[in-house]
């Protein structure tokens, strides 16, 4: 169940850090802290599935959980003009859509990172 379980961490987190990386370019949003931890939680689920590094899945789970952080405090202007209906200020051309996209991969891959650090090893 573990290596399902940070298969699944690691396949979020791909998808997530491309199109994290397609459209933060595309609308000129792109930052490399958040870039750089969801990288970290990629590698980190990849290094569990292939090693026995007991500290990866915890790692991964980090890497995702600190880039939900980070993504929440770059995207809180596009938030808070969408609360007090305030359009075209700061924030033109961000899709509400693939924001939450990025945000359900993040937490997909940080939940079942979770489950995977408390599930136990199959035997092969």
Request: glycine share 8%; net charge negative; charged share 15%.
């Amino acid at each position: 169940m573990k290596n399902k379980g940070m298969l699944i961490s690691a396949a979020a987190g791909v998808l997530a850090l491309l199109v994290y990386v397609i459209y933060n370019l595309a609308i000129g949003k792109f930052t490399m802290d958040v870039f750089l931890m969801i990288l970290a939680g990629v590698v980190f689920a990849f290094v569990a599935l292939k090693s026995d590094f007991k500290f990866a899945p915890v790692l991964a789970v980090l890497g995702y959980s600190l880039a939900i952080g980070f993504y929440l405090n770059n995207r809180i202007i596009m938030f808070e003009e969408m609360i007090n209906h305030i359009e075209g200020m700061n924030e033109r051309g961000n899709i509400f859509a693939v924001v939450v996209i990025i945000f359900v991969l993040l937490f997909v891959g940080a939940i079942t990172g979770v489950g995977a650090s408390f599930a136990e090893t199959e035997e092969e």
